[in-house]
């Protein structure tokens, strides 16, 4: 089976960087997603990571290292919209079925 | 373009009652994933189909049934609603060609009193 962990909640301030984690345990990893949750809606693409790096795609970058089963989600320039669940998904094996962490609650505070 | 369509948007049920909650995509995907979300336990996957006519259990299939009849069908069925059952459902797709997003419908929530 697979492990992800991810912190329960987190806050931080207007205008502020915020990275969130993601460990996971995984045998036949092929990659990892990341998706914002807004309260009440359903969960949208974010960015994935297949190789070791950092893929950067607005305020929003995701890393990844596989040796290490981690990955993160930076978020830059913190706006109150930003307020949502962030859920970290793992693919593996030949099935490339996602399973999801519990996700990361991120309160943006003025 | 409308996506993943599901259908009803919120619902209550008595326990032993049944249901189906509806789920068709207008993309042609051949992947199509049941998930529910329970408060602070992110989604999990109840069912899910790589194509018509194919369907598979995910980690909590106990107390579901689908069906993959088309390419753009995938209803789930509760047949004896528990308290247990209460949640917030997921319908989701993609195409199934190797390390892809999902598109998400926009959720079902159910409770069983």
């Known amino acids: 089976g697979q492990n992800i962990d991810q912190p329960t909640e987190m806050t931080a301030t207007e205008g502020a960087i915020v990275q969130i984690n993601c460990t996971y345990q995984?045998?036949?990893?092929?990659?990892l997603f990341w998706y914002q949750q807004h309260a009440g809606e359903a969960p949208t693409f974010l960015s994935y990571?297949?190789?070791?790096g950092l893929e950067e795609k607005g305020r929003f970058s995701s890393f990844l290292s596989r040796s290490k089963g981690y990955s993160y989600l930076l978020l830059k320039e913190l706006q109150m919209k930003d307020s949502a669940s962030y859920l970290c998904?793992?693919?593996?094996?030949?099935?490339?079925?996602?399973?999801f962490g519990r996700g990361t609650s991120l309160i943006v505070h003025p | 373009n409308a996506g993943v369509t599901q259908t009803p948007k919120f619902r209550i049920l008595k326990i032993g009652q049944s249901m189906t909650l509806q789920c068709t995509q207008d993309?042609?995907?051949?992947?199509m994933y049941w998930y529910r979300q329970d408060p602070g336990m992110g989604l999990k996957l109840i069912y899910y189909?790589?194509?018509?006519?194919?369907?598979d259990k995910g980690e909590v299939p106990n107390g579901y049934n689908v069906s993959r009849s088309t390419t753009e069908d995938f209803p789930l069925r509760l047949e004896l609603a528990a308290p247990s059952q209460t949640s917030v459902y997921f319908c989701?797709?993609?195409?199934?060609?190797?390390?892809?997003?999902?598109?998400f419908g926009s959720g079902t929530q159910l409770s069983v009193l």
């Open positions: 998904a793992v693919t593996s094996g030949g099935s490339y079925i996602p399973t």
């Open positions: 995984t045998s036949g990893f092929n990659g």
């Open positions: 990571n297949v190789l070791d």
């Open positions: 993309m042609n995907h051949n992947y």
């Open positions: 189909s790589v194509g018509a006519g194919i369907t």
């Open positions: 989701a797709s993609n195409e199934g060609q190797g390390i892809e997003k999902l598109f």
